[in-house]
């Protein structure tokens, strides 16, 4: 019975690492805006945004990885397969603008770490940025890149860990705030950031692609076998990104929000939490900071060369030049948002709006696709996860209807 414990065990990190990934996407610069922003205005109340679009995000990602493991390819190659060309393209110019507004996200946290760490300008710390996700992307193989990625992760959990302890947060409140929901049009705006912040379009679509990184069988029956080990690995390494994004409107609920000040830059959270907090968890949050948006930049580039070749109809092969091509292309929107001196922090609050508002193109054809036998063989949704899905896509769609609504009408005191 030990042996047989002992070899599952083995089966199961074999299968581990594809979940992660998407991970990571959800806990890069974006997050730190919306969840930095949520936790010193509104203290614990958005905690639940962050177990609700988790919970979302489970059954969402379950889905595109099954539509990966039953077709054997991408969500993008599908969509553009067996969806009408005018329908396609339109999804397609979407989820290009979706990777346009992850890379302002991703590139601009990675600056602003930098330049903490190091005290360099905005442009050079964005420069170095892509450059690491470039070199990362074209030069390392994917299970080695895999690894990486990981390690990143770890760290920043890391980091995080340590914070939590130094700030001693208020736990009766968070029990509670984790599952009730608070919701007001006065922090729509912020929810609406967060949640497009966690449940990430472009996530989506990578999960359906790097899931190919594993061997999943030939058959139906070969496939619904090893079905449960994606389940796991989804399952745990959206619990570890739960436990992160909270993390981060706990420390700045228990360090802004209790001392009155509200956040309006990260540079503003690094420097506050200094002196509120003490110069290691100042530290801390930098070194969190790069690894956060090195990492998520390297995530989002995979999942932007996805999109891309695949809804052009070309090969995902790294010795194209368009392959090369895609992997910075997106990127360079955010150096201009940088060069003309925006407001950072505005910027990747409004980028994880954008998620949200782009969210419906992706999860709409992603319910079709699972439903559809022809495509999905034994792999096809369950009643229960189709109307469950059904659910979330309306709850996203409600959520941007409210979003829009409260950003025209003016606020009540």
């Not at 940025?129 to 992760?153: A, D, G, M, N």
Request: proline letters at 4%; aromatic letters at 10%; one cysteine or more.
């Amino acid at each position: 019975m030990h042996a047989e414990k002992k070899n599952l065990f083995k089966i199961l990190l074999r299968f581990l690492g594809p979940g992660f990934l998407v991970t990571v996407g959800f806990i890069d610069p974006g997050n730190w805006a919306t969840n930095i922003a949520g936790g010193s205005e509104f203290g614990y109340d958005l905690l639940w945004v962050i177990t609700l679009s988790t919970l979302m995000l489970i059954l969402i990602q379950n889905m595109s990885a099954k539509v990966g493991i039953a077709t054997g390819m991408s969500l993008a190659a599908n969509i553009r397969e067996r969806f009408p060309r005018v329908l396609s393209t339109l999804i397609g110019i979407t989820i290009v603008l979706a990777c346009v507004a992850t890379d302002v996200a991703e590139l601009l946290g990675g600056a602003i770490g930098f330049r903490l760490l190091f005290r360099v300008p905005l442009w050079i710390g964005a420069l170095i940025t892509v450059i690491l996700e470039v070199f990362f992307i074209v030069t390392q193989r994917y299970h080695k890149l895999e690894k990486y990625i990981l390690s990143f992760l770890g760290i920043i959990s890391i980091c995080y860990l340590i914070e939590i302890f130094i700030v001693n947060p208020e736990w009766g409140k968070i029990a509670t705030a984790i599952v009730i929901p608070k919701i007001s049009q006065s922090n729509i705006y912020i929810a609406m950031g967060i949640l497009g912040a966690v449940v990430m379009p472009h996530n989506i679509f990578l999960h359906s692609n790097v899931i190919h990184s594993r061997n999943w069988g030939k058959t139906d029956e070969e496939k619904l076998k090893l079905l449960h080990y994606e389940k796991l690995d989804t399952t745990l390494a959206m619990t570890l990104g739960w436990a992160v994004n909270s993390s981060m409107i706990i420390v700045a609920a228990a360090v802004f929000f209790k001392n009155g000040v509200v956040v309006d830059s990260i540079q503003q959270a690094s420097d506050t939490l200094k002196p509120l907090a003490g110069n290691l968890a100042g530290l801390l949050f930098a070194i969190a900071l790069v690894f956060a948006g090195v990492s998520s930049s390297i995530t989002s580039s995979m999942a932007e060369v996805n999109v891309i070749t695949a809804f052009l109809g070309k090969p995902e092969d790294p010795k194209t030049t368009l392959y090369k091509i895609a992997t910075f292309i997106t990127a360079l929107p955010s150096f201009f948002i940088i060069l003309m001196g925006f407001d950072p922090f505005k910027i990747l609050i409004f980028s994880q709006v954008i998620l949200s508002l782009q969210l419906p193109f992706t999860l709409i054809p992603l319910l079709i696709l699972c439903k559809n036998e022809k495509a999905m063989g034994k792999l096809k949704s369950s009643n229960t996860e189709f109307i469950l899905a059904m659910v979330v896509s309306a709850v996203v769609i409600f959520l941007n209807i409210y979003l829009l609504y409260s950003t025209i009408q003016p606020q009540r005191g």
